[in-house]
Structures are given as C-alpha cells and as structure tokens.
C-alpha cells in the first residue's frame, strides 16, 4: 500500500529531477512511494522532463501551475495532492539528501514525533552548502527572527525538509499563508501546538545543477509576514509600509525645497510646486515597486495612468488633512497635534483612495 509521498516544488530543475529519483528509489527501497512534481511553468521544460520520467516509471506524478508562483503554494498544493499517510517535502536540487527520509518516516511511524525536520542547525548537521556566507549569516538571523517570533523552539524552522501525516498538513492547510518560503514555520505556527518535532542531524549540500531561487524579493516577503504576525493586527504592513514611503517622501520634498529655494533662488511658492511633484512622484515610484509589488503597474500607459490618479488622490488628500489641522487648531488643540492629526487623516486617505483606485483591480 501506498505510504510516502514525496513533493518536490520546482522552478527550472530540468537536470536535477533524473539523479534525484534515482536517489530517492535507492534510499527508499522498503518503502511504497510516489513523487509528487509541482512545476510553476518553468522555462527550461522541466515540467517536460518530469512528464516523460513519470511515462517510465509511474510513481511519478506533475502537477504544473500556470501564472503562480511560490515554494510554500506550491508545496501546500503538492501535499495536498496524495492519498498518501505521510507525506515529505524536499528541495528538488539535491541540497537535501533524500537518505535522511528513511529515518523520519520511522521516527514519525513509531510515534516518536509528529513532524520530522532536516536541520542543518542541529548537533551533526550542516550548513556547508549555503553559496556563501552572507547566505549563511542571512539564514541564521531568519532563524533567530522567526523563533523569536513564532516561539518556535526548534534549532531550524526555515528549513525546507520535513515528514509528516499528511492529515496533519490537511488540517492546517486552510489557514497556510502560502507566500514565500517559509512553508513550515508557517504549519508549525498554525497547527495544533500539541504535535511534537523533532530534529535530524541534515547535512544541506551544494545544488547539484541550476541556480537558487531565494532573492532579494522572498526575504523581503518574509520580513513583511513576520511583521504580520507581530504588529499586522494594529497596522496592517501595506499601511505600514504606505505610511513609511510617506515619510521618505517628505524628506525628498524638504530636500527639492532647500535646493530650489535656498540654493537655486527660486521663489517659494514654485519651489514647493516642484517639490511636491517630486515627493509625489518618489511616493508613487516606490509604492508601485514595493508596497504594491504584487499589483505593479507596468507598462507606460499603465504608469502614467498610475502616477496622474495618485497626484489627484494626494491633492485631496492634502485638502483633507488642510481641513482637519486647522479645524483642530480653531478648536484649541495644540498646532503640533493638530498638524499630526491632519497628516493622518490626510494618510489613511490617501492609502484608503490610492489602494482602491491607483492599485485597485
Ligand atoms: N513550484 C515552485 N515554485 N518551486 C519553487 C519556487 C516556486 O516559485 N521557488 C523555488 N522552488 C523550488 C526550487 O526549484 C527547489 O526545488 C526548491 O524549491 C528550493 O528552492 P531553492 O531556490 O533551491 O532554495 P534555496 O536552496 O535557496 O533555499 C533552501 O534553503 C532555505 C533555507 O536556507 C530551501 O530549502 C528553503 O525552503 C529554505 O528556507
Ligand atoms: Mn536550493
């Protein structure tokens, strides 16, 4: 009967899948497998070549994903896929050595835990395969940061490698974020706090073909849930985030101002025009490439279409928070508050506006 499968997320691996099963077949030799394949649409045909390895060999399975993209999803979903008891994930690049999956399919079999991880953290494991050693600093403080966070107590939670009852992962899987990489500190920080981990010594070795996918963009992805969790139920992150542009803002407007009008002589009037301008269109820039990275207008109709709709909320944003500051200070609130709370008001608004009609879908 049917006991293990194996997911495999892949993003361009073409040359590794072939070696892998290999591997996978030769350390499994008494256990009943399948392999699960979760292809984003590579570009090098790997999705192809997972194809015609599962003609051969029918333990093989693909699922391939059209315009998604993601490791944790794709993992959810591969994982979700099987009839499978136990259920593994396994970097598709041979930094994980499927050798290790014999003894934590035992430890879980037998009761000894309920989710078995590869830590490269742990006493007899290592990091070695890390490209360089900003990546291995880099890992670490997510480590550290994520245990923080989560309270976690576990040496590894970024790690990629674990085993588990696949009705574990069902159960949790409704409320997994699925963005980024951090599939399992995620199921460790939604699952029932009862199942138990434990850790195997994992000796993370070097990419076997291809390059790693974990760039500027997925770090950042995973600063931005961390935040979530801590901080997202009083400001959400994109407000946050708004919020922060919005003060880089005003520091590129006060830096235009001095030039134009302390440097260049101009008159104050036109030196705050041009420094509006800039701000706003520095606020819109950097919103569009990080706040709302997800829905970036791209294209130049889109973009100018983009940059005129968010000049047009800020200006009444600024009515706004004109409004409201010298309505307080009418009323005998002290100028600072009252500034303060116009440029709030005049924030939320212009968030409020911006997300609905500049970003909106
Ligand atoms: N389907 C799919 N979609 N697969 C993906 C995607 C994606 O968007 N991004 C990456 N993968 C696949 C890769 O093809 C590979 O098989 C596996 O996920 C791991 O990706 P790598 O790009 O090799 O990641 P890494 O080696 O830099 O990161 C590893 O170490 C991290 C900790 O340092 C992974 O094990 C991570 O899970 C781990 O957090
Ligand atoms: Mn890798």
Known sequence: MLELAIVLPTLNERDNLAPLIERIDAALRDVSWEVIVVDDDSTDGTADAARALALADNRLRVIQRFKRRGLASA??????????????????????????????????????????????????????????????????????????????????????FFLTRSEHLRAAAPRLSGIGFKILLDLLATANPSLRVKEFPLQFAERLSGESKLDSAVAFEFLVGLY????????????????????????????????????????????????????????????????????????????????????????????????????????GFHWVLAALAGILIGSVWNYALSSRFVWGR
């Not at 909320?313 to 200070?329: K, S």
Request: include cysteine.
């Open 75 to 160: 993992a959810i979903e591969g994982m979700c896929a099987t009839a499978a008891p136990f259920v593994a994930l396994m970097d598709a690049d041979h930094q994980h050595d499927p050798a290790l999956l014999v003894q934590m399919l035992a430890a879980v079999k037998a009761g000894d835990c309920d989710i078995a991880v590869g830590s490269r953290f742990v006493e007899g494991g290592s990091a070695a395969g890390l490209s360089s050693q900003t990546r291995e600093k880099g890992s670490r403080l997510a480590n550290r940061l994520a245990r923080r966070v989560t309270g976690v107590e576990m040496t590894d939670p970024m790690s990629g």
């Open 228 to 331: 979530d969790r801590s901080f997202g139920r009083f400001v959400p992150s994109r407000f946050a985030l708004f919020g922060t542009v919005g003060a880089a803002g005003v520091v590129v407007h006060l830096a235009v101002l001095t030039l134009l009008y302390r440097f260049a002589g101009e008159g104050f009037a036109l030196a705050t025009v041009f420094a509006t301008f800039a701000a706003m269109t520095f606020n819109f820039w950097v919103n569009n490439w990080l706040t709302y990275r997800d829905q970036r207008l791209a294209g130049l109709s889109a973009i100018v279409r983009g940059w005129l709709g968010f000049c047009a909320t800020c200006a009444i944003g600024a009515l706004a928070n004109v409004a409201v500051a010298t309505l307080l200070q009418a009323r």
